[in-house]
Structure formats: structure tokens, C-alpha cells
């Protein structure tokens, strides 16, 4: 059984460009939920997805946006990258009932130079 | 606003000691805490939850986490450390709409041989 995946591993892009993230859930999850974790930080919630809708949003820009798809697979979009974007992105599944804990890939590393 | 402390930057213990990393929390309602580990470069794992119940929860790996209302706390025990425990530590809780983790700056553990 399949645990979260995330690709790609590593990214680096320059300030001003667009990046794509993609993560999979893990086997009879729906819910997917994105973090940024920061060097010496612990994650910060950016948004939630639950049948193909953003559930709740963090305190992020608009330049930050996402979508699920009908397989409950997801993608996070970073609009216009700034220096401060980069950050280990961490996707995290979960069953949606009540209580549930996220389980978290490996994620992904953006540098932006 | 919810919001979880972890006090301690860093942990130090010998193998075999027993060993405790503290978390505090501040949330509306009742809690849904949790415990996550991440390794170097990996993504976070889930050690344990208290949702309602035995205020001593048990989780993986022989830690365990007692529940204190009161003191509205949360700590992380294992009897006995071992080396292969070096790591850092995450203590989480559920937000109010019952979707985004809020996480603490997270606690280096370091078990010495």
C-alpha cells in the first residue's frame, strides 16, 4: 500500500517564474492538505482540499492556489516566486472523519533564486 | 487562536534514560492533539493522537503522550530512549474547523551512546 507521493523531489526555479507541485494521496484517503515548512520551522497550513474544493485556506497569497482532482490527487500552484517561497512543501492525506490524523510525504524542496 | 509551544529547542539524553518532550497548547474547545517525528530531509510521521478518552495515549515506536487538561499539555514520553530516536519532534492540534494542523517550532531530540 502506497503511502503519500509527492513530485518532484527537488525544484529550483528563478524569482517571477511559476511552479507546480503534485501530490497523490495515500490508498482511501480524500482529503489532501498542504504545508510550507520553513528551515528551522515547523509547517504552516496553506489550504485543504476535500471533493475537488478548497475546505480552508492558511494565511497565504493568491499566488498560492490548487486543485484536486477526481482521483483525489493534487496539485499546489506558486504564482510570481519570491525568495521567501523557498521552503519544503509537504502534502498530507487524510480520511476526512472526525479526529483522523494527516499522513505526510516525503515533499518536495523549492529553492528560488 | 489556537497555538502549541514546544519550550525546548533541544533534548539531550543517554541511551536507556528516559526521555520527555514537553508541549503546551492553547485551543477553543476540546483538543485533538498530536505528535509527529521527522527525520532529516524526510517528511513528518505520525507517532500518536489524543482525541477523547484514557488521558495516557500509546503510539508507535514504545511513545507515548499523557493528556493534561488542567495544564493544558501534552507531553511526548518513551521509557527508555534509544540512539536510533535522534530526531526532531512536532507537536500539533487541530484547528477549530477541524481541518489545518497547527504546529509548534518542533523539539531536536539527541540520544548519545
Known amino acids: 500500500d502506497a503511502g503519500v507521493t509527492q513530485s518532484p523531489t527537488h525544484l529550483i526555479k528563478t524569482r517571477g517564474q511559476q511552479v507546480t507541485l503534485r501530490c497523490s494521496p495515500k490508498?482511501?484517503?480524500?482529503?489532501v492538505s498542504w504545508y510550507q515548512q520553513a528551515l528551522g520551522q515547523g509547517p504552516q497550513f496553506i489550504f485543504q482540499y476535500y471533493e475537488e474544493e478548497e475546505r480552508q485556506r492558511g494565511n497565504f497569497p493568491d499566488r498560492f492556489s490548487g486543485h484536486q482532482f477526481p482521483n483525489y490527487s493534487s496539485e499546489l500552484n506558486v504564482n510570481a516566486l519570491l525568495l521567501g517561497d523557498s521552503a519544503l512543501y509537504l502534502c498530507a492525506s487524510s480520511s476526512g472523519l472526525a479526529g483522523s490524523e494527516q499522513y505526510f510525504g516525503p515533499g518536495t524542496r523549492l529553492t528560488v533564486t | 487562536a489556537q497555538s502549541v509551544a514546544q519550550p525546548e529547542d533541544q533534548v539531550n539524553v543517554a541511551e536507556g534514560n528516559p526521555l520527555t518532550v514537553k508541549c503546551t497548547y492553547s485551543?477553543?474547545?476540546?483538543?485533538?492533539l498530536f505528535w509527529y517525528v521527522q527525520y532529516p530531509n524526510r517528511g513528518l510521521q505520525f507517532l500518536l493522537k489524543?482525541?477523547?478518552?484514557?488521558?495516557l495515549v500509546k503510539g508507535s515506536y514504545g511513545f507515548e503522550a499523557e493528556f493534561n487538561k488542567s495544564q493544558t499539555s501534552f507531553h511526548l514520553k518513551k521509557p527508555s530512549a534509544l540512539v536510533s530516536d535522534s530526531a526532531l519532534y512536532f507537536c500539533?492540534?487541530?484547528?477549530?474547523?477541524?481541518?489545518?494542523?497547527?504546529f509548534g517550532k518542533g523539539t531536536t531530540l539527541s540520544v548519545s551512546s
Open positions: 500539533a492540534v487541530r484547528d477549530q474547523a477541524g481541518t489545518a494542523l497547527i
Open positions: 490508498s482511501g484517503h480524500d482529503t
Open positions: 489524543y482525541i477523547t478518552g484514557d488521558n
Open positions: 485551543v477553543s474547545g476540546n483538543p485533538y
